[in-house]
């Protein structure tokens, strides 16, 4: 049985990612830092085998230390999926909080270099695998006040981009996948849980479902191996760009 470790499964595209690729004939390791969402997510996909790790991606010796403490029928894995992360805040940049600033980079650019890190000794060792880092639309195309959230997404698109340049030649496929607007959690965290205001994001259109991300992540992994679908864009039908989107009046 084949291995897919899912970062930030604990909601959202993590999740149904996890869902998807445990139906599609995975075991698995879900990551995050919520353990009862893990562990409930852990007992619906029973009787498919899957491990818990309960670390911060922008810790990189708690990150090391949660792969290398793999039990060993997990520790061979064949799939990441590089999910964790998410936007804090939505102002211009003048008026923006640093701190904000250093968790978006820290969770969704050094955070996914901090998995990779961790798992390419194994990877490289047995010269397969397949990494697929979830950029966004933000990250292609700038928006107003998305500022350090469409940068730290940028840097995933080049950080894909060169990964899959060095990884090849070890017969590691990288891909990336780039959601517009999906309605899951994303939106109460950039509003630090003003759930109201999360709610208006996705108001007068169909919004992308979690599920919609993970039935292509799913298709991208299970490609023959001569096969890497490296690059998608997924956007809701209502959306035309990063900051288009249009709704019924
Ligand atoms: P959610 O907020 O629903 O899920 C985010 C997940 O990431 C959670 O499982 C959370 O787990 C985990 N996570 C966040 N920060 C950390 C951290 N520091 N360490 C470990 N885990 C972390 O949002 P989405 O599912 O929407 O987001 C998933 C990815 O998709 C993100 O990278 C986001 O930028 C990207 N994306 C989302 C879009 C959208 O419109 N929703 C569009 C394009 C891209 P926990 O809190 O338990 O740690
Ligand atoms: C999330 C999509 O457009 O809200 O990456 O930034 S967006």
Redesign the pocket.
């Known amino acids: 049985m084949k291995t897919a470790f899912v ?9 149904a990612t996890a869902v998807a690729l445990a139906r599609a004939g995975f075991q698995l390791v879900v ?4 353990r009862e ?2 562990d409930a997510l852990a007992a619906e996909l029973a009787p498919v085998p899957v491990h818990v790790l309960v ?4 810790d990189r010796d708690a990150t090391v230390a949660a792969v290398i403490g793999l039990p060993l029928e997990f520790a061979a894995v064949d799939v990441l999926v590089n ?5 804090h805040g939505l102002n211009p940049i003048q008026t923006g909080d640093p701190t904000d600033w250093d968790a978006m980079l ?3 650019v050094r ?1 996914l270099l901090n998995v990779t890190h961790a798992l390419l000794p194994g990877l490289t060792a047995r010269q397969t695998g397949f990494i697929v880092n ?5 990250g292609r195309e700038a928006y107003a006040n998305g500022n350090v ?1 469409c940068a730290s ?1 940028a840097a995933v698109g080049m950080l894909t981009k060169t990964m899959r340049l060095d990884l090849l030649p070890l017969g590691i496929r990288v891909a990336e996948i ?12 950039r509003f630090k849980g003003d759930a109201e205001r999360a709610a208006k994001v996705y108001e007068g259109f169909q ?2 479902k ?1 599920e919609d991300i993970a039935d292509v992540i799913a298709f991208m992994v299970t490609r023959p191996a001569h096969v890497n679908v490296a690059d998608v864009l997924i956007l809701p039908a209502a959306q035309g760009a990063a900051a288009t989107i249009f709704r019924q009046p």
């Open positions: 970062t930030g499964a604990s909601s959202g595209i993590g999740r990551t995050g830092r919520r969402r893990l670390f911060d991606v922008r999910n964790a992360g998410g936007a820290d969770a969704n955070g979830i950029g966004s639309v933000a959230y997404k780039d959601p517009g607007a999906v309605e899951t959690e994303f939106s109460e965290v919004p992308l979690a």
